[in-house]
């Protein structure tokens, strides 16, 4: 292990991850979620921007490639460990203190619905410091505040170089926003995700 990751990860407990991306965002997710590996204790949550009236098939495509149980985020739903969520389109995805999901249809944030901001914001405010937040490619400014959120909670942050990314300006408006634990390209971001678990012990 790098000594900048074994540093991130000293004294933490991680409880849950979020992952958000734009444009390329699937490529990059395509990349990153085969490091899972089977029987992973974490719950992964990610979420793309997605046009709101077109049904999400994320959930579907990515089932098919990974070796945990893959589904979309339901209303009400209790979040559950070892499995991968997939923000729907159309609503804000939200979590709530009791862990479990909720739905809404407020107006769009940075153009978007489902938002980053809105998931990771939640997120923090249910996990606090037991969170790790992973932002990824993407062309727009959502979820840098989601980002620095998950930050002042105590939370892991975690973000592409934006070197590394398809679309830079995602990552960078987060590094612009406030300092992120780690800046990693997606392989190593990738090898980070089995680390996660570990805290778990």
């Not at 395509?30 to 974490?42: D, E, F, M």
């Not at 389109?89 to 909720?102: C, I, N, P, R």
């Not at 939640?122 to 993407?138: E, F």
């Amino acid at each position: 292990m790098s000594t900048d990751i074994q540093a991130a990860l000293a004294g933490r407990r991680v409880e849950a991850v979020v992952i958000g991306a734009s444009a390329g965002g699937v490529e990059a997710l395509g990349t990153l979620l085969p490091s899972l590996p089977a029987g992973y204790g974490l719950p992964v949550v990610c979420i793309l921007h997605l046009p709101g009236d077109r049904e999400s098939r994320l959930a579907e495509l990515f089932g098919e490639r990974l070796p945990l149980p893959v589904k979309e985020a339901e209303d009400k739903e209790v979040i559950e460990p070892g499995t991968v969520y997939f923000a729907g389109a159309g609503y804000h995805l939200s979590v709530e203190k009791d862990f479990t999901f909720s739905l809404s249809c407020e107006p769009p944030v940075h153009f978007a619905r489902p938002s980053i901001d809105v998931l990771m914001a939640s997120s923090a405010d249910a996990y606090g410091a037991g969170l790790v937040g992973i932002l990824l490619t993407g062309a727009n400014h959502d979820g840098a505040e989601g980002m620095a959120r998950i930050h002042a909670s105590g939370g892991l942050t975690v973000v592409q170089d934006p070197a590394d990314a398809q679309v830079a300006t995602m990552p960078k408006s987060a590094i612009d926003r406030f300092s992120p634990h780690l800046i990693l390209p997606l392989a190593r971001i990738g090898a980070l995700l089995p680390m996660l678990e570990t805290t778990l012990s």
